[in-house]
């Protein structure tokens, strides 16, 4: 029988892994880019496929990725927001996976779409809530407080938005055509 | 698309910087993160500029690397360096333009705000030029093993990311070969509008994704034949080594530290 623990970690490893290729391939969909890319998708992929520790996991390593490879820092509850939980909390899309993967059996696409776009959006909401409270942080310890909360919405929304949107049709144009990605064989 | 693409900015060297042990060097990158915070005056500032400098020199890393590393961030530098020109009315006016007053306050607190700023990002930017992210990964495995009490899995996270770092480019190239595969089917990926281009990442990405898990499954096997049990009992292949150097670089920290809090005002 094969090793599950194993290969839990081997596909978190690696999924983790596309999750920071991605990022560092960004569509230029949107002329001033930004970090508007495709990062929270293997990291959703692998929430539903194995489930919220998963989630979590991958997450968290592509966070740590991030902060080994290029980190930016500038506060050191800046640093844990924007690289451990910004990341990891993307996981929670693992809230939608019962759901996805009812959907999957009974081969209900509308299913499946609905509930991948409501997990993308939770995960991607609270990796936004991360962004802002540490972009707050930056602002507040360096531009003084002047409107810290609003120049941190409006940066991070800037590129936030058009990522969850790009990630959930991605994810839905990805897992509706080829469901046994997200359904382990066992 | 993917030339741009340049796995991490690590640069081999055999400096004093480059020799330490990447526990002195993490220690002394978080440490540093918080002291930096302590400075509130001209003296501190300038203790820290100089510090900075220093380790600057001594990691022999040519300033054009750091100053590529300060690139993405200059816009957000100048943002609040103008921030405090412009909305910190203290002191006496420096400048007057009728529509916009400069005071002493403003300038001094923009100056002091675009050091802190500059410090933090070098610092950084040192640690990940001269320590390759598997070293990092070995360090922080090491610095994180008190957590091992809180069961966290702290082995299997450092050996994820082991093996995450080790896949990297070999999913660089790949998605490169499936990018330049699907390009040669006629698929566009780089063109038309919007919904044309979200739907080109079909092709690409859903074979990524099943080589991946092809990938995991072999690589679960071969560790498993081999005999990987996981953390307990495991042997390196990459020791690492404290020495005189590191222990320097630390005492060095702490002086630091007391010079901060000793000239701080």
């Known amino acids: 029988m094969r090793n599950q623990k194993l290969l839990w970690m081997v596909e978190i490893a690696i999924f983790a892994a596309i ?31 194995w489930g919220l520790s998963a989630g979590l996991m ?21 640093a844990l927001l924007d690289y451990v939980f910004a990341f990891t909390f993307v996981g929670f899309a693992a809230i939608v996976r019962k759901q996805v993967l009812d959907g999957v059996s009974g081969n209900r696409k509308n299913k499946i779409a609905l509930f991948v776009i409501i997990g993308t959006i939770i995960g991607g909401l609270l990796r936004f809530i991360c962004h802002t409270l540490a972009g707050a942080i930056f602002f507040k310890e360096y531009a003084g407080d ?41 | 698309m993917m030339e741009k693409m340049i796995f991490g900015r ?56 750091l100053i590529n590393g300060l690139k993405p961030v200059i816009i957000l530098v100048i943002f609040t360096f103008l921030i405090h020109i412009l909305f910190t009315r203290e002191g006496d ?11 002493e306050g403003g300038l001094r607190q923009g100056i002091f705000i675009s050091i802190r700023f500059v410090v933090l990002v070098f610092v950084t930017t040192i640690l990940t030029l001269t320590t390759s992210p598997i070293s990092i990964t070995d360090g922080l495995e090491v610095l ?31 998605t490169d070969k499936i ?42 096997t071969a560790m498993e034949v081999r005999g990987y049990r996981g953390g307990e009992g495991r042997t390196r292949y990459r020791q690492l080594k404290w020495d005189a150097k590191d222990t320097t670089c630390i005492f060095a920290l702490v002086l630091m530290t007391a010079l901060l809090v000793f000239f701080r005002s």
């Open chain 2, 179 to 220: 990018m330049k595969a699907q390009m040669a089917r006629g698929s566009d990926l780089g063109a038309g509008p919007i919904k044309d281009r979200i739907k080109a990442v079909v092709p690409l990405l859903v074979p990524l994704f099943v080589s991946a898990f092809k990938r995991a499954e072999d690589l679960a």
């Open chain 2, 93 to 103: 006016v420096l400048l007057n333009l009728g529509f916009l007053e400069v005071y």
């Open chain 1, 19 to 49: 999750g920071y290729v991605l990022d560092q391939l960004k569509f230029s969909i949107w002329a001033q880019g930004g970090s508007v890319s495709l990062v929270m998708l293997p990291i959703i992929l692998i929430a539903i496929r």
């Open chain 2, 144 to 174: 994180l093993n008190p957590l091992k009490k809180f069961k966290l899995p702290i082995h299997e996270l450092a050996l994820m990311m082991s093996i995450a770092l080790r896949f990297i480019p070999t999913l660089m190239d790949e």
């Open chain 1, 146 to 186: 002047q409107n810290a909360w609003i120049y941190s919405i409006g940066y991070n929304g800037s590129y936030m938005v058009p990522a969850i949107i790009l990630t959930a049709v991605a994810a839905v144009l990805i897992f509706t055509a080829s469901p046994r990605l997200i359904k382990k064989e066992n």
């Open chain 2, 10 to 65: 690590f640069i081999p060297g055999d400096s004093f910087v480059h020799q330490l042990d990447p526990r002195s060097k993490l220690i002394f990158t978080f440490i540093f993160v918080v002291i930096v915070f302590l400075a509130n005056n001209v003296a501190t500032y300038g203790l820290l500029l100089i510090f900075t400098l220093f380790v600057i020199l001594i990691s022999r890393i040519r300033l054009y690397f």
């Open chain 1, 58 to 78: 991958t997450g968290l390593i592509v966070g740590l990725l991030n902060m080994t490879i290029n980190p930016y820092i500038v506060h050191w509850a800046q």
